[in-house]
């Protein structure tokens, strides 16, 4: 061989090297990731019904995958479906409005439910007060108020909520209610606080009885200050069932269902497909995930966090900023709180899970190339022997080995 030659083959192989060092890098760093996780899973707390799946969002590939395509009780995180499938449905920008008609018969008017989640008692004093301030402009000073709360179907428990449940842990669901209140008939509680704010403002009023606002009747007043937004942060934030409920109606209303159980599952299974979601080992009853017959995979989770950080679903992107900061916001506040999980603490962005027996998270980290990786840990049938707590720092170990530091 000329010398020439010799060099020429001594410099491609060097480029080999070079090209083959990081690959090689990669792979070293993806089988350790591996061992590590393989490691955490067998944790006692955890017990032997738990599933979990990594991925890296930017290439799609599995870093870790343990019985990740197995069917389990998500708990809660069955809100983060009802974030996407509200979100992308709705847009960030929707409002709530919750209005106030003329009735049928002089001197009647009707409050008319239009499913505000947040709805509060001082929306209904604004709402009076402008309702006030018309009827007078009007000459009315005596009104009786009627209401009308036929938007939603009456209520009735989801398949799968167990007995006590509503209004335990979910208020009955209508579209007249406010935050925060968890009882049977929310609209009537709602009329009380109207009306009592209109006799405030001036204007003689008594309650009525529930009717449906008439074709072509005159809008008196209207309060749409609670935008979705607002309504997805709060809800994965604090957990709010009551939002995931009414959120799971707006979807189907707006894709042309009725607000009824069955059409609400159809409308976001449909959403889900929309976003290359496969919806095929889904069971989705309710939007809170508080039914003990729901069923999501830790695979189907991490897709659906993919989307969240991926540019070509752009509506979704912010869901990341309104999920629970890993020690810090929400119902991870208090989470992450020691070794070896306290070194992820804001640096994991993830929605809580839990029911009787049930413990899951599922969200996004950075690893420390500065990626993002998606996860999601469900567990199943808990351990009796383990405490709620011991179970959640478990996960929570996971999630930092995920994340690259622990």
């Not at 996780?37 to 799609?60: F, I, K, N, W």
């Not at 709805?119 to 402008?130: F, I, M, N, T, V």
């Not at 208020?171 to 209140?181: D, I, K, S, T």
């Not at 950075?366 to 996960?395: C, E, K, Q």
Request: charged share 25%.
């Amino acid at each position: 061989m000329s010398r020439r030659r010799c060099r020429a083959v001594i410099v491609a192989a060097a480029l080999a090297a070079l090209v083959a060092a990081p690959a090689a890098q990669a792979a070293d760093r993806a089988g350790d990731l591996e061992r590590q996780l393989r490691q955490r899973v067998e944790a006692p707390a955890l017990g032997r019904d738990v599933t979990v799946h990594v991925r890296d969002t930017d290439s799609d590939e599995q870093l870790y995958g343990r019985d990740a395509d197995e069917p389990q009780l998500p708990a809660s995180t069955m809100k983060v479906v009802t974030a996407v499938t509200s979100l992308h449905t709705l847009g960030r920008g929707h409002r709530f409005a919750t209005r106030v008609m003329a009735g049928r018969d002089e001197g009647t008017i009707i409050l008319a439910g239009g499913g505000d989640p947040l709805l509060s008692a001082a929306d209904l004093r604004r709402l009076a007060e402008r309702t006030a301030a018309k009827l007078k402009k009007d000459g009315v000073n005596r009104v009786v108020v009627d209401v009308d709360d036929y938007l939603f179907p009456r209520p009735t428990d989801a398949r799968g909520w167990e007995p006590g449940d509503s209004p335990t842990y979910a208020a009955a669901v209508r579209p007249l209610a406010m935050l925060g209140e968890y009882s049977r008939d929310t609209v009537s509680n709602a009329l009380a606080v109207f009306v009592r704010e209109l006799d405030s403002a001036g204007i003689d009023a008594r309650v009525g009885d529930r009717a449906v606002v008439p074709d072509g009747s005159r809008r008196i007043a209207v309060v749409a200050r609670n935008s979705l937004a607002d309504a997805i942060e709060l809800m994965l934030r604090v957990s709010e069932n009551n939002v995931a409920e009414v959120l799971f109606r707006q979807v189907a209303l707006a894709r042309g269902y009725p607000a009824t159980w069955s059409a609400s599952t159809a409308a976001a299974k449909e959403t889900l497909r929309e976003l290359d979601l496969s919806t095929v080992d889904l069971k989705l009853f309710d939007g809170s995930g508080l039914s003990m017959d729901d069923r999501l995979t830790a695979e189907f989770l991490t897709a659906v966090f993919d989307r969240v950080v991926d540019p070509a679903y752009r509506d979704l992107a912010p869901i990341r900023r309104w999920v629970p900061i890993a020690g810090q916001t929400g119902t991870l506040t208090n989470r992450f709180s020691s070794a070896p999980a306290r070194c992820a603490r804001g640096a994991v962005f993830a929605k809580t899970g839990s029911l009787t027996g049930v413990n899951t998270l599922a969200g996004l980290t950075r690893a420390p190339d500065g990626t993002w990786r998606s996860f999601a840990v469900m567990v199943n049938h808990r351990p009796p022997d383990y405490a709620p707590a011991l179970t959640s720092a478990a996960i929570d170990a996971i999630a930092a080995t995920v994340h690259g530091c622990a």
